[in-house]
C-alpha cells in the first residue's frame, strides 16, 4: 500500500489528473452498470406476467408515460430499452479500458524516460561503480513489470470493485438476503483464497526482482567479454548462469498468474450451484415460475457481470502482490530527480596549459587512487603517462576529462579551475579516443557524430580527415 502511494508521488502532476479522470470515469461506468443489470428486470417480469403491466404502479407509470396501449408493443419495449443499456454499458467500458490502458502504458513509458534520464544525471562516479546492466533492466524491464502487474491491476482494481460495489448495492436493495447468501459465498471464497496466497505471492515477487535483475546481468557480462570467453572456450558455461536465475523468475511469474487463475475455476464449478441456490431460496419464498423468473434472470446477469469482476478483482491482487517490489525500484531510483539545464556550446580557451595541483581522488573512502598529483602540461605538446597496471593512469585521464571530479587539489585550463559550471565547455574542447571502442548501430557518419542530430555529412569526414580515416572510409563499399 505504501508502495501504491509513493508510486501516484512520484507521477508527473498530468498524469495524476489522467488517472484522476479515469477514476470519475470508472465510478460513472459503475452506475451505469446497475442501470445495465436493473433494466433487465421489467423486461423479464413482463415476459413472465404481461398482466403486471397494469398491476405494478411503476411499470403502469412507464407504460402511460411511453403511451403503449397493448402489451405486446410495451414488452418489445421493455425489451429494447434492456438491450440498449446493456449495449450501452459495453460501448462505455470499451471506451474506458481504452483509456486506461492507454493511461497505463503512457505512464510506464514516462517512467522508463525520467529513469534513464536520471541515470544519466547521477553523480558521474555512479557509474564506475553501479551495475549498468542493473540499470538498463530498471529502466527497461521493470518499467514494464510496472505497467502489467501493477498500474494495470490497480486501474482494474478500481473499475472492477466499483461496478460490482455498484452491482452489489442494487442487489442488496433488491433481493437483499438472496444476495447476502450468495455475495457472502462467492466473496468470502476469494478473500479466503487470496489470504492463504498472500504472503507466497510478495515473497515469489521479492525474489524474481533479484532474479530479473540476475539475468540481465549475465545476459550482458557474456555478450561483453564475448572475445575473451570464446577464445578460452567458456562462453557456454558463462553463458550458462543464465539458467538458474531465469528458470526461477520463469516459474515464479508462472505461479503467480495461476494464482490469480485459482478461483475462476472454483467458481465456474459453483456457479451452477448458484443458480440452484436461487431457484430453491425463490421456491422456499413459496414464489411461482413467474415470480422465480425475474430473480433468477437478475441474478444470473448479475452473476455474469459480478463473477468477472471478483475474479478481476483477485487477480489484479496477485499480480499487485507479485509485481509490487518493482515499484519500490523505480520509486527509488527516481528520487532526487532535477531537470538538467541545456548544455552551453561555448568551448573554454586554451592556449597554455593544464595544471593540475595536489589532486587527489579516491574511488571508495580510504583507498585512494591518486595523491597529491601535481602537474604541468603545455599546450600543443604531446605527453605520455607510463605505469604499472593499477597505478592511477586512466584514472588521471578521467579527472582531466572531468569525468571524475577531485577529491583534493585543483586542475584549471589557462587558469581557470574546473567546476561544475566551467567543466561543460571545457569538455566541449576535448577529442577523446577511448581505450576499448564502441560503435553505435548505425552508419559510419553516425559513429563519428556520435549523438549529434541530424549528423552533418561535411562535418564527418573533415573529422575523419583529420584523423586520417577518410581514405579508409571512403573505400567501404557503402562509404559514409
Ligand atoms: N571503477 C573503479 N572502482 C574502484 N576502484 C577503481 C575503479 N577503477 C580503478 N580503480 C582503482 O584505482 C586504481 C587506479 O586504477 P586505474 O586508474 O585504472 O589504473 P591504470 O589505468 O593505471 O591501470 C587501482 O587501484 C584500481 O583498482
Ligand atoms: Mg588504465
Known sequence: MRALIDLVRAMRARDRRRLALIALGLTGAGLLEVVGVASVIPFLTLVGDPAAATRLPYLAHIRDTLGLADDRSFLIAAGLAALLAILVTAVVNAALTYAQLLFTHLTG???????LFRYLARERLFFTQGNSAELAKNVLSETDRLVIGVLTPATVIASRAISALAVIAFLLVYAPRLALILGGGFGG???GIYLVMRARLASLGARSVGDNAQRYRVVQETLGALTELKLYGRAETFAGKFDTPAHAYAKATAESLLTGQMPRFVIEALAFGGVIVVVLFALAQGL?????????????FAGYRMLPA?????????LLRFYLPAVRVIVDDLAGETESPPRTLAR???????RLEGVGFAYAPGRPALAEVSLTIRANTTVGLVGRTGSGKSTLVGLILGILTPDAGRITVDGTPLDADTL???Q???GYVPQDVFLVDGTVAEN????LEPVDRAAAERAARLAGAHDFVAALPEGY
Open 109 to 115: 513509458y514516462g517512467f522508463a524516460r525520467r529513469l
Open 189 to 191: 471464497l476469494y478473500v
Open 288 to 300: 411461482d415460475t413467474a415470480g422465480i423468473l425475474p430473480l433468477l434472470g437478475l441474478f444470473a
Open 310 to 318: 471478483f475474479q478481476n478483482i483477485f487477480n489484479s491482487l496477485a
Open 348 to 354: 573554454l580557451p586554451f592556449c597554455d596549459a593544464i
Open 424 to 426: 561543460p565547455a571545457w
Open 428 to 430: 566541449n574542447r576535448i
Open 448 to 451: 563519428i557524430a556520435l549523438g
